[in-house]
């Protein structure tokens, strides 16, 4: 075998430096992308961490929001039941209480023309008892002689009629 001519190895040597520095030059460029990538992949997990770090913060609140919620409910609901019996003991005593208030009303109803009879019945007291009937004679359109028991007993005793407030 012989030996290949010098042209030829100046130029593989050439081209085995070309190769080299290419290589060279990957690498480089290779640890700069892994370096870029881990940095990249630490700034990721950090902010993952605080991601996740403030998500439990977040979960911590709500559940602490929950927890006064759900202790308002509670209270909430006992206030309801509370004024609920006091509802219902009311409603009971306004039941008891509506024959009287019924009573009153008819009796507020029925009071302008009770008063407007007192108001007569006083004016006739006032008057006194007419000379007519102090001598036993009876007006024309006045009342009737005066009513005696069903029994017919003690009538001679009974006196003319006379206005007045008594019963």
């Known amino acids: 075998m012989s030996a290949p001519p010098a042209l030829q190895i100046r130029e593989a040597n050439a081209h085995?430096?070309?190769?080299?520095?290419?290589?060279?030059?990957?690498?480089?460029?290779?640890l700069a992308a892994e370096r870029t990538v881990r940095a990249q992949a630490e700034r990721l997990a950090r902010h993952d961490q605080q991601l996740?770090?403030?998500?439990?913060?977040?979960?911590?609140?709500?559940?602490?929001?929950?927890?006064?919620?759900?202790?308002?409910?509670?209270?909430?609901?006992?206030?309801?039941?509370?004024?609920?019996?006091?509802?219902?003991?009311?409603?009971q005593v306004i039941k008891q209480l509506q024959p009287q208030a019924d009573l009153l009303q008819d009796i507020a109803r029925r009071r302008p023309p009770l008063a407007a009879l007192l108001t007569a019945l006083e004016e006739?007291?006032?008057?006194?008892?007419?000379?007519?009937?102090?001598?036993?004679?009876?007006?024309?359109?006045?009342?009737?002689?005066?009513?005696?028991?069903s029994t017919g007993e003690g009538q001679d005793d009974l006196q003319p009629a006379v206005f007045g407030t008594t019963v």
Do not use: M
């Not at 080299?20 to 480089?28: D, K």
């Open 124 to 149: 006739a007291e006032r008057l006194g008892p007419s000379p007519a009937s102090s001598q036993g004679q009876l007006l024309p359109d006045g009342p009737g002689p005066p009513l005696g028991n």
């Open 16 to 30: 085995l430096a070309a190769v080299h520095r290419r290589a060279a030059e990957l690498e480089t460029r290779l």
């Open 52 to 91: 996740r770090a403030a998500l439990d913060e977040l979960g911590r609140v709500k559940d602490r929001e929950i927890s006064a919620l759900q202790e308002q409910l509670l209270s909430s609901e006992a206030a309801v039941r509370s004024l609920q019996v006091a509802v219902d003991q009311r409603d």
